[in-house]
């Protein structure tokens, strides 16, 4: 199970982390990321990570602003994001998948619930 939170209203420029703790599996093995699905717009991936590799991946639209990292001994990934533009607004949901690769062709072996983040301009 995955419960992503930090989601809210901020004004553009502003910042928001957003969390994804894992729990009733073992998440050791699976890449953790973020994608994100604005209105009327498809799921999008954003970022991604190895929970030992600390190998990471981002969408260019994010690159520079937002940064993916994880504490294992919380089972929780986070994503820092800053820098946020009107157009960042979107649901965000957190994912499990096999590969870094799947994540960013957003096959996830496991969705979160998502957690909605509003950017005014």
């Known amino acids: 199970q995955l419960q992503a939170s930090g989601g809210g209203l901020v004004q553009a420029g502003g910042s928001l982390r957003l969390s994804c703790a894992a729990s009733?599996?073992?998440?050791?093995?699976?890449?953790m990321g973020w994608c994100r699905q604005a209105p009327g717009k498809e799921r999008e991936f954003v970022a991604a990570t190895t929970w030992s590799g600390g190998s990471t991946a981002y969408a260019d639209s994010v690159k520079g602003r937002f940064t993916i990292s994880r504490d294992n001994a919380k089972n929780t990934v986070y994503l820092q994001m800053n820098s946020l533009k009107p157009e960042d607004t979107a649901v965000y949901y957190c994912?499990?998948?096999?590969?870094?690769?799947?994540?960013?062709?957003?096959?996830?072996?496991?969705w979160g619930q998502g957690t909605l983040v509003t950017v005014s301009s």
């Open positions: 009733g599996g073992t998440f050791s093995t699976y890449v």
């Open positions: 994912a499990a998948g096999s590969t870094i690769r799947a994540l960013t062709a957003r096959q996830a072996n496991y």
